[in-house]
């Protein structure tokens, strides 16, 4: 995921299957630099965004970074993407006692998010190799967790191959020297494959994997 060094070629795979998750504000704010920085052009690329129900915020910067990828590039080129909406967990100013209700609902949807293979892909040779994410991409907040968790969970119970929704957690550049809670949550609970931060200072404290300042600077798309 750093802006600098060697790049894997991805040009000879079937089938690359990304998942973002788009937490809303700033976050999803830093993930589209990320995704602008890291993006390299393949047909056989699939992009998924997970976003919360009513996040419009989300919706509308997503399209904005895909209208970027697509003046860049043809549409060939550029690869297939979609959207899913995922139920809130817990709403602001929701009674707790009607939490356990949503997170259900928000569980499911989730899995769903993961299992349903891209429409986009559906008939084309490849469309076996797009039945799960390689991976999942996150910088939280709370969505980003929950989704990695289910796609944990899916793992453990052999209902998804292991070689498939790998995890990568990106902290918060907001967060310079201790992690968010998002952060901890993924810290203490190790279910992400990879997890890296934007600032040496965290690095050093969390031993976590340093690649510089990855949502503040430039992009790859040449615009």
């Given amino acids: 995921m750093a802006r600098s060094g060697v790049h894997p070629d991805t040009s000879r795979l079937s089938a690359l299957y990304l998942t ?16 602008k920085q890291t993006f390299r052009a393949t047909g056989t690329l699939h992009r998924r965004y997970i976003v919360t129900s009513g996040d419009t915020q989300s919706l509308t ?3 904005r ?3 970027l990828i697509h003046c860049a590039y043809p549409a060939q080129s550029a690869g297939t993407w979609d959207v899913h909406e995922v139920v809130r967990a817990r709403k602001v100013h929701q009674p ?27 008939g084309s040779s490849a469309q076996v190799a797009f039945r799960y994410p390689q991976l999942i991409i996150t910088n939280g907040p709370g969505t980003g967790f929950i989704v990695c968790l289910v796609a944990h969970l899916l793992k453990m119970c052999w209902l998804v191959p292991k070689d498939r929704l790998k995890i990568v957690y990106i902290e918060t550049w907001a967060h310079m020297s ?16 990879t997890f890296i931060v ?22 790859f798309l040449g615009i």
């Avoid at 809670?181 to 279910?191: E, K, S, V």
């Fill in 61 to 63: 910067a997503l399209a």
């Fill in 96 to 122: 707790f006692w009607t939490a356990p209700y949503t997170s259900l609902l928000s569980a499911l949807s989730v899995v769903a998010a993961l299992v349903e293979p891209p429409g986009a892909r559906a």
């Fill in 198 to 219: 934007q600032h040496k200072k965290l690095a050093d404290k969390t031993g976590k994997r340093f690649v510089g300042e990855v949502a503040k600077s430039g992009n």
């Fill in 20 to 35: 973002y998750v788009l937490g809303s504000g700033g976050h999803t704010g830093e993930l589209c630099e990320v995704i």
């Fill in 178 to 193: 201790t992690l968010s809670l998002t952060g901890r949550l993924f810290y203490y609970t190790d279910i992400a494959d």
């Fill in 65 to 67: 970074v895909e209208d």
